[in-house]
């Protein structure tokens, strides 16, 4: 009589409802867990499970699931990446320019000028047997002045700023088609991760052999 195979949802029967073989599994955020033992279970069906007992199942998992966390976690991020797809230039860049300077000015000033002041005084009197005046003195003078004057005034002070510059190209630059792309976005639509995840899982702790 032909012994009967030991499956992955037998190990899963075996334990319920108490414990789960994926107890002990860590995934990333954004891989529904219900989603994937579901996947895991349609896909490894079939096959015989590599290690029989079940306690060294679960630690085998919680292995298995550690060593391929960061693979895990690259597909959700690079699967919830935001991009036009008919695009294949989208980048920015992000510059700065300084400038750095003082300054300083000197400005010097000069008044240079002269004044001179003349002119002639006479005396007049009215002798006592005569009604007309008479000039008795006359005398005169001049006053000369010089001047200078000059002035300095300083200026010094700090013209130093920065520019931030950032520039966004995007588009297509068309090496490639749109109609091109689009296959390619076709392809990339195609991969499932819960599928690449439990064909990972199958390879792994089952014997593919129908």
């Not at 679960?58 to 391929?68: D, E, L, P, Q």
């Not at 294949?88 to 002041?117: I, M, P």
């Not at 130093?160 to 297509?172: C, K, L, R």
Request: charged letters at 25%; one cysteine or more.
């Amino acid at each position: 009589m032909p012994q009967s195979k030991i499956t992955l949802i037998g190990l899963e029967q075996f334990l319920s409802p108490d414990r789960s073989l994926f107890d002990d599994l860590e995934l990333p955020e954004g891989i529904d867990r219900d989603t994937l033992k579901g996947t895991i279970f349609l896909r490894c069906n079939e096959f015989e499970v590599l290690y029989s007992d079940p306690e060294f199942m679960i630690a085998a998992i919680a292995v298995w699931g550690k060593k391929n966390y960061w693979t895990f976690d690259r597909w959700v991020k690079l699967l919830d990446k935001e991009y036009d797809p008919l695009y294949n230039k989208d980048y920015h860049e992000v510059w700065t320019d300084t400038h750095a300077g003082n300054y300083q000015r000197a400005a010097t000033g000069q008044n240079l000028g002269n004044s001179t002041d003349s002119g002639t005084n006479t005396h007049s009197e009215k002798a006592y047997n005569s009604s007309d005046y008479v000039d008795t003195t006359q005398d005169s003078g001049s006053n000369s002045n010089q001047f200078a004057n000059s002035s300095t005034n300083n200026d010094s002070g700090n013209d130093s700023h920065t520019d931030n510059h950032i520039y966004h190209g995007y588009g297509n630059i068309g090496i490639t088609s749109a109609q091109e792309l689009f296959m390619k976005e076709v392809d990339v639509a195609k991969f499932n991760m819960y599928e690449h995840i439990a064909d990972l899982f199958c390879s792994e702790f089952c014997i593919m052999v129908y």
